[in-house]
């Protein structure tokens, strides 16, 4: 007969793991600030400084970063940075820590909610067409699904820059998440979803934040998706290939038709901040739970051709690229301290430790987290994939610890960006990590 007398070690262990889980879930899921939009966001200036003062990729300096990320604790990881038509290419440690497979530069990979970048033009390219009003409630395209109030409230901008008021439908759909997150993510791999029942789960859990302020929800792109769909008659992940990654001329980038992803790809591994262990291999999942939010796969090559092509007025007009870059606080800042990102629609600006702008996103999934920025005019560009997720570590109260890996990712990032020497003091980000690092509400 099973023991079912109460086990104190047990339980204590139990309810640290809920304290910590939910902790970070809620600080991922929660930000909100003035919603006061910026038709030139302060970035541009600055963008375009870092644009013609950045020096030359130096290739020795990159390489010996990025192993500096991969010897702070990372798996594996692999990036492409350019400067103009000079180009860069690297990989460092292993794609499966079981058989020692070394990372490799060229492999597919999960890239998260970088896929809302993509939905956006596809959003935005309907605006151009007169489909979609920018700032037309919801409701009068969808209002079987957002009704009421919030069909005449929330507007397809808000969806966009998430100040909808729409809360997050990840907790609701892996409820497991808090108490024992090996198993809700076990039991989640081979789980087909559908984005209406998605979207109503986001409808019906409590707001994260007033609608008008910034509150990061994949619900909000599962909603743009839909409306795709219903003004173009189109599945929105086929209209997005068409219309989106076959012009932008991208052959590696795609919506997967299955939990596997075809082409070479590293082991993906989640330690859930530390309650999975040893961290699991997530590669093979079934993406229907992230679809126009983030279910997508590409290369680090093929999203800086991406971003390169956006932000140079290949994919949208002049007009509905300025609507894309008119962003709004993307978190409160402390007293006396800038904001250092601010979110467009479906593109942020932000502030990296150099003190310069770029523009970009960051995705991240279940073991895989991706990064991709560009100064203003596309010149320069940094994008990373990498294959070990929720690395962060908390204390027994919540409060996270150091976080090496974080660092060194930064480092990276802002060297590749710069041409300035990576080497960043723990923290040394003006911006909360919270809100750029990847992981899977992202």
């Known amino acids: 007969m099973r023991d079912t007398r109460p086990n104190p070690r047990s339980d204590r262990r139990r309810a640290r793991l809920a304290a910590v889980a939910s902790a970070a879930l809620l600080s991922l899921l929660a930000g909100a600030s003035p919603a006061g939009a910026d038709a030139v966001p302060p970035s541009a200036t600055a963008t375009a400084s870092a644009a013609s003062t950045a020096t030359p990729l130096d290739r020795k300096a990159l390489r010996a970063s990025l192993e500096a990320f991969h010897q702070a604790g990372m798996y594996g990881a692999y990036s492409s940075v350019r400067d103009g038509s000079e180009r860069w290419r690297g990989a460092v440690g292993v794609a499966d820590i079981d058989t020692g497979r070394p990372m490799r530069p060229d492999y ?26 920018l700032d037309a409630p919801i409701g009068d395209y969808l209002p079987d699904l957002v009704p009421g109030e919030r069909g005449r409230e929330v507007t397809v901008r808000m969806l966009l820059n998430h100040t909808s008021g729409i809360a997050d439908y990840i ?35 409590e707001p994260p934040a007033p609608r008008g302020t910034h509150a990061y929800a994949n619900t909000n792109y599962l909603i743009a998706g839909l409306l795709l769909e219903k003004v173009t008659g189109q599945d929105p992940e086929a209209y997005i290939t068409e219309n989106v990654i076959h012009r932008a001329g991208l052959r590696h980038t795609y919506f997967p038709r299955s939990a596997r992803i075809p082409g070479p790809h590293a082991r993906m591994y989640e330690s859930f901040y530390g309650t999975i262990d040893p961290a699991r291999d997530y590669s093979v999942y079934d993406m229907s739970w992230a679809g126009t939010a983030g279910a997508m796969v590409s290369t680090t090559d093929d999203l800086n051709d991406f971003y390169r092509r956006l932000l140079g007025g290949k994919l949208l007009g002049a007009a509905e690229l300025r609507e894309m870059k008119t962003t709004v606080p993307a978190y409160e800042p ?52 990498y294959n070990l997720m929720k690395y962060e570590r908390f204390g027994e109260d919540g409060t996270p610890l150091p976080d090496p890996i974080g660092s060194a990712l930064f480092g990276y990032m802002d060297g590749a960006l710069s041409g300035a020497p990576a080497e960043r003091a723990p923290g040394a980000s003006p911006v909360p990590q919270r809100l750029v690092a990847p992981e899977q509400l992202r």
Request: no cysteine; proline share 5%.
């Open 108 to 133: 597919e990979h999960r890239i998260g909610s970088i896929t809302k970048t993509f939905t956006s033009v596809a959003v935005l390219q309907q605006v151009a067409e007169g489909r979609i009003g």
């Open 171 to 205: 907790l609701p759909a892996f409820p497991g998440l808090v108490t024992d997150p090996g198993q809700a993510l076990d039991e989640g791999r081979f789980r087909e979803l559908v984005p209406e029942e998605l979207v109503r789960l986001g409808l019906a859990a």
């Open 334 to 385: 402390a007293p006396g301290q800038e904001v250092a990102m601010r979110y467009g629609l479906g593109l942020y600006t932000l502030k990296m430790p150099g003190g310069d702008w770029y523009w970009g996103h960051d995705g991240g999934v279940f073991g895989a987290g991706t990064w991709a920025l560009s100064t203003e005019d596309g010149r320069r560009q940094a994008a990373i994939g």
